[in-house]
C-alpha cells in the first residue's frame, strides 16, 4: 500500500507541475483579407451553423472553454485545433490555389455528410455544435453550389 501512496503523490505533483506548461492560444487578430466569409458571400444561416460547429478548429480563432485552462486539457484541445487547421482554415482559405479550394469544398461537404465533422469528441461537449439534418443540407448544398461557381 505504501508504493501506491507514492505513485498517488507523484501522480498529484505531476498534475500540478504540467500546470505551469503555457498552451498556446489560437488567437489571432482576424486578417478579413483572406477570411472565407469576406471573399465569399456566404448566407447568414450558412455562416451560423460553420461558425459554432467549425471554427474553433478551423480558423485562427477559437473560442475557448474554462477548462482550456487545466492542463492536460489545453494539450489535448490544442492538437485539435492546430491539426484541423492544418488540413484546412477558413481564415485563410482565399489564400488557397483555386484547385484546393474546390478539393476542400468538396471535402467539406463530404465530411458533413459523413457525419465526420465536427468531431465526436467536439460534440459530446459542444452540444450547439451538432447538426441537425437540416444543418447538413444547407452546409453540403452551399459547399457544393460554391464549389461549382467557382
Ligand atoms: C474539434 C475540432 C474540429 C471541429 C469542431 C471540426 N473539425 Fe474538421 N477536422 C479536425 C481535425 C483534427 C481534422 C484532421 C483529422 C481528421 O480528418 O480527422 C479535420 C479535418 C477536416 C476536413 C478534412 C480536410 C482534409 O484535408 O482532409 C474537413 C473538410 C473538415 N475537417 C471540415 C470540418 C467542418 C465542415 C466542420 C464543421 C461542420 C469541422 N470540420 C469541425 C478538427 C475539427
Known amino acids: 500500500m505504501k508504493i501506491l501512496k507514492v505513485v498517488g503523490w507523484v501522480l498529484l505533483i505531476a498534475l500540478i507541475a504540467i500546470q505551469f506548461i503555457p498552451s498556446n492560444l489560437n488567437q489571432e487578430e482576424v486578417d478579413y483579407t483572406t477570411d472565407f466569409a469576406t471573399v465569399y458571400n ?13 471554427y474553433d ?41 483555386l484547385k484546393r479550394q474546390k478539393k ?7 465530411e458533413v455528410e459523413d457525419g465526420e465533422m465536427p468531431l465526436d469528441s467536439y460534440t459530446l461537449v459542444h452540444w450547439d455544435a451538432k447538426l441537425s439534418e437540416a444543418d447538413k443540407k444547407l452546409v453540403i448544398d452551399w459547399a457544393n453550389e460554391l464549389n461549382s461557381s467557382l
Open 104 to 110: 476542400k469544398l468538396d471535402e467539406v461537404a463530404h
Open 42 to 54: 456566404v448566407p447568414e444561416n450558412v455562416n451560423r451553423v460553420l461558425e459554432t460547429s467549425c
Open 57 to 97: 478548429c478551423h480558423s485562427n480563432n477559437t473560442k475557448y472553454p474554462w477548462y482550456n485552462r487545466i492542463q492536460p486539457v489545453a494539450m489535448y484541445l490544442s492538437d485539435h485545433v492546430e491539426d484541423g487547421k492544418k488540413h484546412f482554415n477558413f481564415s485563410e482559405f482565399s489564400s488557397y490555389s
